[in-house]
């Protein structure tokens, strides 16, 4: 038989959905892995999705997104970003941020071009990268505020990087890149002519002082910066799957050619329902950033209680933790973050992600959990890593 392409060679599968099948195949574990909500969408949209089931539509919308979901995101973020968006010629709406992403590093990448992606990164953009023929150039955040050495990525930038990807906030990390710092990207991209992807997906989950800045909305960088963002996060729908880009029009136009085959267009009826969402005053938002507030609180000051060393998120719903004192004992020799992610789901029933499927350097000593979850569920999981913490080398002395 003909042998495969050779790229599929060059990626796994997403170690983070691994995870989650892990976990399922354990009675009684929690998920704590793959980053989704446990609670519903609000209840406007979900009202407005018993309509739809009825009215329709439930035929193809436009392509690039139907005509009042382009308007609404338009409204939405014209604001935010500092200039009037077009609906008709700078948005196109995808099946999910993870085809955003995709169909963006398609548009503007031809095989062998670089694109500069931090470390650690959201494991899709090296998949990216690769299904697209680019060849991605990691450059390092370093822990615990994960921030990035400017002569380093000014040095990624010489190697002839056509583009650079940002998650802002970041996943795995939680850090919310500050204006300062994204000024040192912007600058160095518009030195050395790259593109700027950003991933924005978590933008209304945000811990105060941190605040979040647009690429775009940065003096000169509109025409420079592809948004690629989604509904999933903020209106807890994950499994809607619409997400969005917005750029330059000639961006946007290329865009749009790209998605049309990969997907032809994300669900008609879904984006009819998702308006409301889009059309949801300010108190929404602050109500949102107030639950996860609670939420970070309660599990990522309950995991520093026990012990365990983190790096306290400053958006995103994701903690990292250091098992490096774990991983030092004897008992664990030679276990790699994956194998101890599996022995935690058997011995306690808490799921975890690897940190090493997030890191391009060979780090294992990190896991990533979500606590997107309700406080009952949090609080039993807290009360499960109580019994693992016991094994900490401080609680033992």
């Known amino acids: 038989m003909p042998e495969l392409s050779g790229r599929v060679k060059t990626f796994t599968d997403s170690v983070i959905r691994r995870m989650t099948r892990i976990n399922n195949q354990q009675p009684d574990s929690i998920n704590l892995s793959q980053g989704f909500p446990d609670f519903d969408p609000p209840e406007p949209i979900l009202k407005r999705l018993a309509e739809v089931a009825y009215e329709g539509p439930h035929q193809y919308s436009t392509t690039w997104g139907a005509d009042n979901i382009r308007q609404a995101l338009a409204d939405k973020y014209s604001p935010t970003y500092g200039w009037t968006i077009d609906p008709d010629t700078e948005i196109c709406v995808t099946c999910g941020s993870t085809e955003a992403m995709m169909a963006t590093v398609m548009t503007v990448c031809d095989p062998g071009d670089k694109v500069i992606v931090f470390s ?147 669900a008609a009826p879904l984006q009819e329902a998702a308006c409301v969402g889009l059309r949801l005053g300010p108190d929404y938002y602050q109500k949102l950033q107030a639950l996860y507030t609670h939420k970070r609180d309660l599990f990522c000051g309950g995991l520093a209680d026990l012990g365990y060393t983190i790096s306290w998120p400053q958006g995103t719903y994701f903690v990292m933790v250091d098992i490096g004192d774990l991983l030092s004992l004897d008992r664990f020799a030679g276990m790699t973050d994956l194998e101890f992610c599996e022995w935690m789901i058997r011995e306690y029933g808490v799921a975890a992600v690897p940190g090493s499927s997030f890191f391009h350097e060979p780090v294992n000593r990190y896991i990533r959990f979500h606590f997107a979850r309700g406080d009952e569920i949090l609080t039993e999981c807290l009360k499960r890593l109580a019994k693992m913490a016991e094994l900490l080398p401080a609680h033992a002395a």
């Open 120 to 266: 650690p990164f959201y494991e899709n953009y090296g998949a990216d990268a690769i299904l697209s023929g680019a060849e991605p150039v990691f450059v390092p955040l370093e822990p615990p505020d994960f921030g990035f050495d400017p002569d380093r990525l000014e040095a990624a930038f010489a190697q002839g990087a056509k583009a650079i990807i940002v998650c802002n906030p970041s996943n795995p990390t939680g850090k919310v890149f500050s204006r300062e710092e994204l000024s040192v990207i912007a600058r160095l991209a518009t030195r050395y002519d790259a593109f700027v992807i950003t991933d924005e997906v978590y933008e209304h989950i945000i811990y105060p002082p941190s605040t979040h800045v647009p690429m775009a909305s940065l003096p000169g960088m509109s025409g420079r910066t592809i948004t690629c963002n989604s509904l999933s996060k903020t209106y807890s729908m994950t499994g809607w799957r619409l997400g969005f880009i917005i750029g330059p029009e000639r961006i946007i136009e290329a865009a749009r050619k790209v998605h049309d085959f990969l997907t032809v267009g994300a």
